[in-house]
């Protein structure tokens, strides 16, 4: 069975400090990967999403960015955090043209 | 401009009460939808989807129903239970390439005993 895996759980960040959130996935191959953010009490925003390796794409410009460097491996980066960063960021993954499974999530809280 | 919505933010039921949660979509070029369900502080989880090439499905206490003439989703959970509060979203699938979902805002669904 698939599963899907992200870290930390929670993080608390500075203003202006930098950022990497992990997420993988184990037991399928070639998945389509994705981030998104959702703020408190809030839907949720796609960020960035993957169809291979080293193939990202942004829906939202912003300070954030995104690479996959492995094909099971999705990692989201700033160089930089704002306030408006602090949110709960989930990966997900998919094959092409069914549902999207999400992982635990992190919180990110910039203060 | 393309977007998801719910009707409503919030629906309180009773226990054992049929709950109704519905979403509107813009984009008649949608083929597929899904419902899920988020309870606090972790992710959501998948419930049913939904292609456009029909107009009903059923799982197990939930049917999904799709209008395409009114561009309208529902959610139907049967004989609701306090495990199903949470927060239900419908999403649309956008675009081909990496099958990127839009997601409405969320209907909370408060269940008492």
């Given at each position: 069975s698939q599963t899907i895996h992200q870290w930390p759980a929670t993080l608390v960040q500075p203003v202006g400090s930098p950022l990497s959130l992990e997420c993988t996935v184990e037991g399928t191959s070639n998945p389509n990967l994705y981030w998104y953010r959702q703020a408190a009490g809030r839907g949720l925003q796609l960020l960035f999403y993957s169809v291979g390796i080293g193939q990202i794409s942004s829906e939202v410009p912003q300070n954030l960015s995104a690479s996959r460097p492995q094909d099971r491996q999705f990692i989201l980066s700033s160089k930089k955090l704002l306030l408006s960063d602090s949110g709960f960021y989930l990966c997900a993954w998919n094959r092409p043209s069914y549902e999207q499974y999400f992982g635990p999530g992190t919180r990110l809280t910039v203060t | 401009g393309e977007s998801v919505g719910l009707h409503l933010p919030t629906l309180s039921v009773q226990e054992g009460d049929n709950s109704i949660i519905n979403c509107a979509y813009s984009?008649?070029?949608?083929d597929y939808f899904i419902w899920y369900k988020q309870e606090s502080g972790k992710g959501p989880q998948f419930i049913i989807d939904i292609r456009s090439n029909m107009d009903k499905r059923q799982g197990q206490r939930v049917t999904v129903l799709l209008n395409k003439t009114v561009k309208h989703l529902s959610l139907q959970i049967a004989a609701?239970?306090?495990?199903?509060?949470a927060v239900y979203f419908c999403a649309e699938k956008k675009g081909q390439a990496g099958t990127a979902l839009i997601f409405g805002k969320g209907t909370t669904l408060s269940v008492s005993s």
């Open positions: - | 984009n008649s070029a949608s609701t239970q306090p495990g199903d509060s």
